[in-house]
């Protein structure tokens, strides 16, 4: 049962009488509960609507276009609250954020529709057979699990959720189904690496085709772990001997299944000083949002963008000349060099100056630029020749967009800086039209 917030003008709602302080019950005799029963319901031609008014129930009947909506709007996107994680896991995150941030950075979150609606990766714990059954009943898929380890007790031990072993079972139940699997492991030093990791990566086959792909990613460390588990991050040689495992048994699955399904986070290759793979390494870039491919792909995107460049800026002849600043994470600014370099040569009057961010705010293990703040940015570039204008990651800030990690906005740091900062998406058409000063309309 949920509360109807409002109803939309002129819509089929309206007409048919709801009014806001409604309260839903079912569609078609199903309870709702959530945004997941709610939209897979209301997809029918003809739905009957069981309500509620002032506690007295009725009736309603639309009729709309299958997969049309009627005009009802919740008080939430998922017309319920986020369910909180329950663990405790040894790597958590937000366990190693300093105080005083955003309130909401400190939510954890293990919610099994936003893996569906928003990609997110859950744990399975908070989930319950009903739950597996509504799963298999909507063919909600793909779902995005943070195995970790396939070692019933161990994962008890690294997520401190006596339930974490246990679950491990859905993940059969899901592929039996036919239901699509995506799997991350985090991966922390001496704990769920060397033959745990094999045994993990060999339960993981076991359910294929339906585990498409799983990505293997290193604990990220802040140098806020007092009192916290002790983890110490992988070094060049153990980043190394990571790759060559996992490529190795990647390698024999491409063979036997057609598929790779394991495949390293960029963040081991940069610190293990190995060349990225080619792009056929990455298959359709499944986990580029966990930083599996991300530099090929803006690489490879950056390249084909490069052969419109005369479409893009227009006569080079008459082309002002620019000198823009670029700032990024350490483990993305070999990368933005070298793009850098390719655009500078192609292009006669363009300057870039590439700066990379030491992570003072999380600590120098913290090398992605997604996690920069402002004030890093702000005290590494004062002084510093930005040029016509300082370029940022997107990615630093909140999705509003106004707010970075430590709180300053992006017009604070230019105020600071004295230039004009702009964000950009990290995708290589966006990049390089933000770099000859250009709109980027995707």
Do not use: W
Request: hydrophobic share 40%; charged share 25%.
């Amino acid at each position: 049962m949920v509360q109807i917030c409002d109803v939309e003008p002129h819509s089929r709602a309206a007409a048919a009488g709801l009014l806001a302080g409604d309260m839903l019950i079912a569609i078609n005799g199903n309870e709702i509960a959530d945004v997941l029963d709610y939209r897979f319901y209301l997809a029918e031609s003809k739905i009957e609507l069981s309500l509620t008014r002032n506690g007295a129930p009725f009736t309603v009947t639309v009729k709309k276009g299958t997969y049309d909506d009627i005009g009802l709007v919740f008080e939430t996107p998922l017309m319920d609250k986020k369910q909180c994680c329950a663990n405790r896991c040894i790597f958590c995150f937000i366990d190693q954020l300093p105080k005083g941030l955003r309130p909401s950075l400190y939510f954890k979150d293990d919610d099994a529709r936003l893996s569906f609606l928003h990609g997110n990766y859950i744990t399975l714990t908070n989930l319950r057979d009903k739950d597996i059954d509504r799963i298999i009943k909507m063919r909600i898929s793909p779902v995005n699990v943070s195995v970790h380890t396939t070692n019933p007790q161990l994962r008890c031990d690294m997520m401190k959720n006596r339930r974490a072993g246990k679950v491990l079972s859905y993940l059969d139940r899901l592929a039996e189904a036919g239901i699509r699997l995506c799997g991350q492991v985090v991966l922390c030093r001496g704990i769920n690496d060397g033959a745990e990791l094999d045994r993990t990566m060999q339960d993981l086959k076991r359910l294929a085709p339906h585990m498409s792909s799983v990505s293997i990613v290193p604990a990220g460390l802040t140098r806020y772990r007092e009192g916290l588990y002790p983890l110490t991050p992988f070094t060049k040689e153990e980043c190394r001997a990571v790759i060559e495992q996992v490529n190795r048994f990647g390698d024999a699955c491409l063979q036997e299944l057609g598929y790779r399904m394991f495949c390293v986070a960029d963040e081991f290759y940069l610190k293990a000083e190995l060349p990225l793979p080619e792009e056929s390494y990455y298959g359709d870039y499944e986990q580029i949002e966990n930083g599996v491919g991300m530099l090929r792909s803006l690489m490879a995107e950056f390249a084909l963008e490069l052969d419109y460049l005369y479409d893009l800026v227009g006569d080079a002849d008459t082309l002002t000349p620019r000198h823009v600043s670029l700032a990024t994470g350490k483990a993305a600014a070999p990368t933005m060099r070298y793009l850098a370099s390719l655009l500078e040569k192609r292009l006669n009057g363009i300057k870039i100056s590439v700066y990379e961010i030491e992570n003072r705010f999380f600590g120098k293990e913290i090398t992605v630029a997604g996690l920069l703040t402002g004030k890093d940015m702000a005290e590494q570039l004062k002084g510093k020749p930005l040029g016509d204008e300082l370029l940022i990651p997107a990615s630093t800030l909140r999705a509003e967009g106004d707010l970075f990690l430590c709180g300053m906005t992006p017009q604070e740091l230019s105020l600071t800086l004295g230039v004009p900062v702009t964000p950009i998406k990290g995708d290589g058409a966006a990049l390089l039209a933000a770099l000859v000063g250009k709109t980027y309309n995707d």
